[in-house]
């Protein structure tokens, strides 16, 4: 029977719609009882039927087939439609635990908070929805959804029913093709050559592999970082981890015989006890990067400063339409809007404003360090008068971290010699960094100070916080070092970057940062003149 359909090219738009319910019945029927080959073919054809099907049959499909839709392959693709689809499947949809945790990763954010506000699911699958970040669930739309708009043709397919399908088909088959083979019946023969799957401990440390050999992968950690080219995968990962959340594309570095040896990009999922909720490690799968994944492998004479920054651009972008709607929202701008929609667009728009902070510092960080150091700007900025700014700024922060910063001044003026947003970015960095890491309670402490006729250089120096005392430069800048005690916001920019950043702001200015093993002391070139200078210095004789 469904050897027959798959034959058969529907000629027009009602053998469509017949193909269509045909396929969509069987596989809700017999799904689980159909050779992979069959699976696989069925899948494809449906998502590439889809644009010509119109929006109301398939709502009527999911609406028949939803109540004793326990094929989960047949839900993931219902789950991808239109929200006006996707929302009648996943309301009524009814698989085991292990089939929805393997789900969600396929799923996107409008259809997750579908998920999120059904109150019938196992406790495994709402644990695990909380494991994604807020930031994961959108907004619930109505049912009368806008239809997808169809995409040029991005790559060809063997099926008779293939013209001109939209270049999301294509992606939504490959995220199927995806989630079949991470099902819980895992077999040798379902894994690429050129990709593994492999198991983590609660430390995060790998103890199972299939696809290559136990001794490239085993024993590595998924928790720290490895650098200088060893074995291991990088501060993507080990961030990640620490927040028990999804792990997209990171890097792993392995070492072995050629089929193994080189680099790969891993996606997990952490996974937790049923009974408990207790956190039990990540499954992941990898594979060999894509060419246009390996950036640093191009020429050298090829700036990646501005590949970084048109990546910004085009971050950008969305970010400013989300802010906007988001403020449309709050503002009630098209009409009354409810609190509680308005208090999640109010989170959306401060979000976002951290969002384009951080967007800030990987632009200043890409234009600092494509543009080498040189001499020291002419412009000339009192950085006493910048340093008392960003006190008043972190007042707020101080306040909710239960944080005291005490930085005293010693001789003066503290003229220098550098731009003025510059200073401000630095010394706002700095000090946002090490309050983040502080303990509550704790007093960071610090000096702005003028050197002696003999420098050229400003200081501001500060007291190390308790929690990284005692941790190695190479410690601090880390993106993957997490020190005891670390605020939740910490985890945004981590400390490591924070501090390459102000390096790398203070060495264009002719200065620099210096980790030593009491104090970070952020040097900045002085435009004191040399008179006045030596007059501070007679006075203070």
């Known amino acids: ?17 017949t193909a269509w319910r045909q396929l969509t019945d069987i596989l809700a029927q017999r799904g689980n009882q159909l050779a992979d080959d069959d699976i696989r073919r069925s899948l494809h054809a449906l998502a590439v ?12 499909c999911a609406r028949a087939v939803a109540r004793h839709g326990r094929f989960a392959p047949l ?9 006006a689809v996707s929302a009648i499947m996943l309301r009524d949809a009814r698989l085991a635990e292990a089939d929805w945790l393997a789900l969600l990763p396929a799923t996107s954010a409008m259809a997750r908070s579908v998920l999120a506000g059904r109150s019938d699911l196992p406790h495994g699958v709402y644990r695990a929805l909380a494991s994604l ?3 994961s669930v959108a907004l619930p739309q109505p049912e009368a959804a806008a239809q997808e708009e169809p995409a040029p043709v991005a790559e060809a397919t063997p099926e008779p029913v293939s013209e001109g399908h939209p270049s999301q088909i294509s992606e939504l088959v490959r995220r199927i093709d995806k989630y079949q083979s991470t099902r819980a019946q895992p077999a040798q023969s379902r894994v690429p050559r050129a990709a593994f799957l492999f198991e983590t401990g609660p430390d995060g440390v790998v103890h199972w592999v299939e696809g290559v050999t136990r001794g490239a992968v085993i024993g590595l950690s998924i928790a ?11 501060g993507v990962a080990a961030g990640a981890f620490r927040q028990r959340a999804e792990i997209i594309n990171a890097r792993m570095l392995l070492e072995g015989t050629p089929v193994e040896a080189g680099e790969w990009r891993f996606s997990a999922l952490p996974w937790f006890d049923p009974a408990t909720g207790q956190f039990r490690g990540y499954r992941a799968s990898a594979r060999r990067p894509h060419r246009n994944e390996m950036p640093y492998g191009r020429p050298a004479a090829e700036d990646s400063g501005d590949s970084i920054r048109q990546l910004i651009h085009e971050l950008r972008s969305p ?28 989170t959306i728009v401060a979000d976002a404003a951290s969002v384009q902070s951080i967007i800030d510092d990987l632009e200043t960080a890409a234009r600092s360090g494509s543009a080498g150091t040189g001499a020291p700007p002419e412009e000339v900025v009192d950085i006493g008068v910048v340093v008392t700014q960003v006190e008043s700024e972190l007042a707020a922060l101080l306040a909710d971290q239960r944080v005291d910063l005490s930085i005293s001044r010693v001789g003066g003026p503290f003229l220098g010699h550098a731009g003025d947003a510059d200073v401000r970015r630095m010394v706002g960095r700095l000090l946002t960094a090490l309050v983040d890491v502080s303990e509550p309670g704790a007093i960071l402490v610090g ?20 929690t990284i005392r005692f941790a190695t430069a190479a410690d601090l800048l880390d993106p993957g070092f997490s020190p005891e005690g670390e605020a939740p916001g910490a985890a945004v920019l981590s400390l490591g970057f924070s501090l390459r950043l102000v390096d790398s702001l203070a060495r264009g200015s002719g200065g620099r940062l210096d980790i030593g093993h009491n104090a970070l002391t952020l040097h900045l070139p002085s435009a004191n003149s040399k008179a006045e200078v030596e007059l501070e210095a007679q006075q203070g004789e």
């Open 133 to 135: 970040g807020s930031a």
């Open 75 to 83: 839900v993931a693709l219902y789950a991808n439609d239109v929200p």
């Open 224 to 234: 720290e970082a490895a650098y200088g080219g060893e074995p291991g995968t990088d």
């Open 49 to 60: 039927l889809r644009p010509r099907v119109p929006e109301s049959v398939r709502r009527d």
């Open 319 to 346: 970010l400013n339409a989300i802010s906007g709607f988001a403020q449309i929202i709050s503002g009630q701008m098209f009409g009354p809007v409810s609190h509680g929609y308005r208090g999640m667009a109010e």
């Open 1 to 17: 029977m469904i050897a027959t359909i798959l034959r058969q090219a529907p000629a027009d738009r009602r053998a469509s719609i």
């Open 447 to 466: 000096q702005l100070v003028t050197e002696s006729r003999h420098d050229d250089m400003l200081q501001l120096r500060v007291v190390r916080p308790a």
